[in-house]
């Protein structure tokens, strides 16, 4: 008794020792960015997150809650507490105050930039939780470490890609944890922390639409398989009514839970759930003829009452129409032709296979065999994993940020996968599942605790494949001779190719177990060369090496941001496409247009007009507008593919939707129907003043063969701007700032 | 008022070539007294410095010119004149009749003027310098000169009255002048050229930290720098980079060069944003070179902030004196940044927790010296922060000033005892909320027994 004690200590303190190495494995593969780079805030969502997180580490929560942001979206504003989730600014400055009081004063930024890694290792840690709470602890921590590395994952949760997926992921994972140990256990304290927890989510993440879809589906298949329990009424009863009631106590979430069609499945599998129960309860008290009558009558003037109340709702709008986003996850095609603003987004797209195969790599392949698997068990959680995998992978294919939600249940399932392949493989003992059996030998108990002796005491590692098979009664096992061998060999049938194998048993072991290590080893390498080569670019800081092959940072991006905090007026405006929104108010602290909250398309639209115009229509517009900087993104000098001049068609389109009489795509391919630039782009094209601005004065400090070389054509001959004057321009030319000439004394038009 | 004195000729040599206003001013002093008045002997020489140039004064020095030793120099209080006073006290009185030449150097940061306002980049553009070409004293003046020494030759006008004026190499001589009246003045200007810009700090703060346990004295530097060229109407990246080529480029500055000790580690230089990545680090037989480059060029009126620092080995800056049970830091009260001007400066000196009896020891006067408490790193009382601030600093005045306290080995010792204290206490609640019971039901092992 005291040394099987001692035993599960010793197996716990192991469990706790991978844990932490895997921990520490997930937060480290996370910090390539801030050693090759910096620790700054990445991308453009990052730096909205980070001035809010500044604001309200400064200002308090409550200013925070109030606060009406007056740079952004002039002349409109934004009202910003009431329009974010607040949860990963409010966990930061947590963080922050917390390590202030115990006496470590850390930046604020640096909080934020490790915030991301340091969730992914909790991460981890619920992905062993949730995958122990449906199968064991061996899959657990195989799929912690899978959780720890795949670059699916790691994509959003590199060290400075402060978004919102960084905590949110980890609270899926949690959530889902929790959720199907209150199922498991009946427990309504574990109900309350599932809405606790999904509280936490809501306050993260708009994703978590995904949880409040998915506890309701797994308990409509659990009904529907006929698997109603006191279980499961309890832990979604207790898990709807305080999840529900506690997520509308974020503003930017209010009463949506109530009409919009996205909360409607858990809504519906609420009262579900209670006629079940009222059915089930009826059982109990009333005979059971009369009981089938009450049942279809009950059923059908229910569905006919709820039907009615769902036309009735649609009608008077009290129910949400679907938005396009969401319309956008049936159809990949909507988008493109009714929500150009959503299509734009790269991140939208719909996921083309090899992403699938760079963000999971051989996860994808275990992923099925772990679905196998699961579906030899089946008990209710394991039906939860079924369909997360299932409706996770549709998602994924739909578009290309949703592999992140995808990706637990991949680690989860492959976990599972690769630890049974283990259970199988790596148990050398001799009454292991592959080794020759003979039902009619029946003497294997006392074989078995021989062999579990043995093996536990020279083997830690080995024990628990031993205790498993112990506690799968179905199986019998049998100590392998030399004698049972050859008897089996006469056996025929099915188990002939397994008696054929069963020569070699240690030869075959051998052979998969080093194959599973290999790949594994491999998935090992690929994960660690995509995050230090796709995932780990700020993308604000860019590199590249020079001829002799030493890497040179272009900084161009902050070069100009700063510039633009320094040198212009504190009350300046400043436009330019939504992408920089963001950066510009987190970096040069200035007003602007729009920005990447894109919840204004009509002001995008216009923004997109005003590009796309010639320079006297712009200047109207420039000075309607109060503008007093155009800053666009050119990237020919350095070859950057990612500049407006690539993105124009879409300002085009998205400027289209609202201005469909003066702004028209045709017009900006030239004749040959192509879209090009210089001398051979179409009218509206060269006198648009995103064309202008791009290259003007570019041609006098080229060659004599000016190229363009992120579009590998020729610079245009000539280039004038008579309305706007530059007012800097960035090392390599990156970014582009213009101010529209005043008014002179005379109202020249243009101005002189 | 003692008005024996006569000043039987000054020299006056103002120096623009450089970031600050150098005005050497030579003096021969007579003492001289009126047939109707008490010859007496007089020890020193009250020196005007005129408004508005007191407000940009960064230091003020005297000497005697025979002999090259240097004379106490004092800012007198009040005075109804609208200049200010300095007292110079010689270190032998002058007799009746007797002579003796004594030389004033001050140092200036006014802001540099220009001509024309605003310019394309290119285009030409000159600094302009007005100046009162009579020198103002409490005394009789027989004869003088204002001598400008300007940078080059290149000198696009000056004023020609009043004559004599001439024009030297790089330098134009206003004078002599005899027998001038002591109010009269007479504003003569100066434009000349310069390739290089003016660069004034408006704001440098200079924050030094001083780290026992970590052996570390820990310089930051925050500097707001502006360029004083003419400024720029718009900055077209094309005339730049064709200027550039042809070296042709004026008044921009890229970033400069600071001297850091040997024995710097951590270096950095970062702005706003972050990372500045155009920097490098040179060493020097002597010391190290901090080489930055802005993160653009700063070209005429444009400005630009940084922050840059690095750690030095404390023992190298720290000293035990046994005698008086204390702790000396001797640390630099600024560094030098290209010989510019600082506009406002403040040095910040952070002692570890537990400093007491702080002394503070700067060789010339600074305008406040204030203390602040703060807490940092693991503290649990709070340390003490010196402030000291001065408007006006020069590079001359980037001298070793003196800071020393007391510094006992509990205090030293108080910090790993807090650690160690609030993880035994994580982990005693830990063990103790271990075996705590929740279960409302018994538990079996309870039964059992």
């Known amino acids: 008794m005291v040394e099987a004690d001692s035993k599960t200590k010793q197996l716990n303190l192991l469990k706790i020792a991978i844990l932490l190495l895997i921990s520490i494995v997930s937060i480290g593969s996370r910090l390539f960015s801030v050693i090759r780079f910096e620790s700054i805030i990445h991308e453009f969502d990052p730096w909205f997150n980070y001035r809010t997180t500044k604001y309200l580490v400064k200002n308090g929560f409550y200013e925070f809650w109030n606060w009406f942001d007056p740079q952004s979206w002039y002349p409109l504003g934004r009202v910003v507490g009431g329009t974010l989730y607040p949860g990963i600014m409010v966990t930061s400055a947590v963080f922050y105050k917390v390590l202030d009081f115990l006496g470590l004063h850390v930046d604020i930024r640096d909080v934020c930039v490790f915030l991301a890694p340091f969730f992914s290792s909790l991460t981890a840690i619920s992905a062993y939780l949730l995958t122990s709470e449906v199968k064991n602890s061996t899959a657990g921590l195989l799929a912690a470490a899978f959780m720890g590395i795949a670059p699916g994952y790691i994509s959003r949760s590199v060290a400075g890609s402060y978004d919102n997926e960084g905590i949110a992921i980890f609270l899926l994972v949690f959530t889902f944890y929790l959720w199907l140990k209150s199922v498991r256990l009946g427990s309504m304290l574990y109900g309350c922390l599932t809405a606790i927890f999904y509280f936490y989510m809501v306050s993260a993440w708009g994703g978590y639409v995904f949880i409040i879809n998915m506890i309701p589906l797994h308990v409509f298949a659990l009904l529907l398989m006929g698997r109603f329990s006191n279980n499961l009424y309890v832990s979604y009863s207790t898990f709807y009514v305080i999840g529900t009631l506690a997520s509308m106590q974020i503003p930017f979430v209010g009463f949506q839970p109530t009409f919009t069609s996205e909360h409607m499945a858990s809504l519906g599998t609420f009262g579900l759930l209670q006629l079940f129960a009222f059915a089930y309860y009826l059982n109990s008290i009333v005979p059971k003829n009369s009981l089938k009558l009450i049942i279809r009558a009950g059923a059908v003037l229910i569905t006919f009452v709820m039907g009615l109340v769902l036309v009735y709702l649609t009608i008077t709008k009290k129910i949400a129409p679907w938005t396009g986003r969401f319309y956008s996850l049936w159809d990949t095609g909507y988008a493109k032709i009714h929500v150009p603003i959503i299509a734009s987004v790269s991140e939208h797209q719909p996921t083309v296979w090899t992403s699938f195969f760079m963000d999971l790599n051989v996860l994808i392949w275990l992923f099925p065999v772990g679905i196998y698997f699961v579906y030899q068990e089946l008990t209710d959680n394991q039906v939860f994993l079924i369909i997360y995998a299932i409706f996770g992978s549709y998602f994924a294919g739909v578009m290309v940020r949703l592999i992140l939600t995808l990706t637990p249940i991949v680690c989860i399932l492959a976990g599972i996968a690769v630890s049974e392949l283990f259970d199988t493989y790596l148990d050398f003992s001799p009454n292991s599942k592959l080794a020759p059996q003979n039902p009619n030998k029946p003497k294997e108990k006392e074989n078995i605790e021989v062999s579990i002796e043995k093996s536990t005491g020279t083997d830690v590692g080995n024990n628990k494949p031993n205790k498993r098979t112990t506690d799968k009664k179905s199986v019998t096992f049998e100590k392998s001779t030399e004698s049972t061998k050859t008897k089996n060999i006469k056996q025929t049938g099915e188990n002939k190719e397994k008696m054929f194998l069963s020569k070699f048993p240690k030869v075959v072991q051998l052979f998969v177990t080093g194959g599973i290590v290999a790949l594994l080893t491999l998935f090992q390498i690929h994960s660690t060369w995509v995050t230090s080569n796709a995932y780990s670019s700020p993308s604000v800081i860019l590199s590249s090496s020079d001829s002799s092959g030493n890497r040179v940072i272009i900084d161009d991006f902050r070069e100009a941001y700063n510039w633009i905090s320094q040198n212009t007026k504190e009350d300046a405006k400043i436009m330019s496409w939504w992408d920089y929104g963001y950066q510009l108010a987190g970096m040069a602290n200035r007003t602007t247009f729009v920005d990447n909250n894109t919840w204004n398309n009509t002001h995008i639209a216009t923004v997109g007009k005003i590009l796309a115009s010639d320079e006297p229509t712009a200047y109207k517009l420039v000075q309607d507008l109060d503008i007093d900087y155009i800053l666009i993104m050119y990237g020919g000098i350095l070859g950057y593919s990612g500049d407006d001049i690539n993105k124009f068609l879409w300002m085009i389109r998205i400027g289209q939707g609202v201005y469909p009489e003066s702004l028209k795509e045709d017009r900006f391919y030239n004749s040959q129907g192509q879209y090009s630039i210089g001398d051979t782009a179409s009218k509206a094209m060269k006198d648009s003043i995103m064309h202008k601005m791009s290259y003007y004065g570019l041609k006098e400090v080229m060659g004599p063969q000016p190229m363009d070389r992120a579009r590998r054509q020729q610079l245009p001959s000539e280039v004038t701007l008579d309305y706007f004057t530059e007012e800097y321009s960035s090392e390599n030319w990156m970014v582009r700032i213009y101010k529209p000439k005043p008014i002179d004394i005379l109202g020249r038009v243009p101005p002189k | ?449």
């Open chain 2, 1 to 449: 008022m003692n008005a024996t004195i006569v000043n039987t000729n000054i020299i006056r040599d103002i120096d623009l070539s450089d970031q600050t206003i150098r005005e050497k001013t030579r003096i021969v002093v007579l003492n001289s007294p009126e047939p109707d008045q008490k010859r007496t002997d007089i020890n020193y020489y009250d020196f005007l410095v005129p408004s508005p140039k007191n407000e940009y004064l960064g230091s003020i020095s005297a000497s005697e010119i025979k002999t090259g030793k240097s004379l106490k120099i004092k800012k007198l209080g009040e005075n109804n004149l609208s200049s200010e006073i300095y007292r110079i006290t010689f270190n032998e009185t002058l007799g009746p009749d007797e002579k003796k030449s004594i030389k004033i150097e001050a140092i200036y940061t006014t802001k540099t003027d220009f001509t024309p306002k605003e310019v394309s980049l290119g285009e030409e553009s000159y600094y302009k310098y007005s100046e009162n070409v009579y020198i103002e004293s409490m005394y009789a003046t027989l004869k003088q000169k204002t001598i400008f020494k300007l940078p080059n030759k290149n000198i696009k006008k000056y004023s020609d009255s009043p004559a004599p004026v001439v024009k030297k190499d790089s330098q134009v001589i206003f004078g002599p002048y005899k027998n001038i009246n002591k109010d009269e003045k007479e504003e003569v200007t100066v434009l000349y050229f310069d390739m290089y810009p003016r660069v004034r700090a408006n704001r440098y703060t200079r924050t030094v930290t001083v780290s026992h346990w970590a052996n570390t004295l820990g310089i930051s530097e925050n500097f707001a720098i502006i360029n004083n060229s003419p400024n720029i109407k718009n900055f077209k990246r094309s005339t730049y980079a064709i200027l550039g080529y042809s070296g042709k480029l004026i008044h921009a500055f890229t970033g400069s060069k600071f001297i850091i000790p040997k024995d710097a580690h951590n270096i950095y230089f970062t702005d706003a944003i972050g990372n500045v990545s155009t920097s490098s680090i040179e060493n020097t037989p002597r010391s190290k070179l901090l080489v930055t480059k802005a993160r653009f060029p700063i070209v005429g009126g444009w400005k630009y902030s940084w922050d840059q620092g690095y750690h030095s080995y404390l023992k190298n800056y720290l000293k035990y004196n046994k005698s008086t049970n204390k702790y000396n830091l001797k640390t630099l009260f600024s560094c030098e940044f290209m010989n510019s001007p600082v506009r406002n400066y403040e040095l910040h000196i952070i002692l570890p927790e537990g400093a007491r009896d702080i002394d503070v020891n700067i060789p010339f006067p600074v305008d406040s010296i204030e203390y602040e408490k703060i807490y940092s790193y693991l503290d649990f009382f709070g340390r003490t922060k010196i402030i000291i601030k001065k408007k006006n600093v020069v590079s001359e005045l980037s001298k070793p000033i003196l800071v020393s306290y007391s510094y006992s080995i509990t205090d030293m010792l108080r910090k790993p005892f807090i650690v160690s204290a609030f993880f035994f206490a994580l982990f005693l609640c830990r063990i103790t909320l271990g075996r705590i019971d929740y279960s409302l039901k018994r538990s079996k092992t309870l039964k059992k027994e």
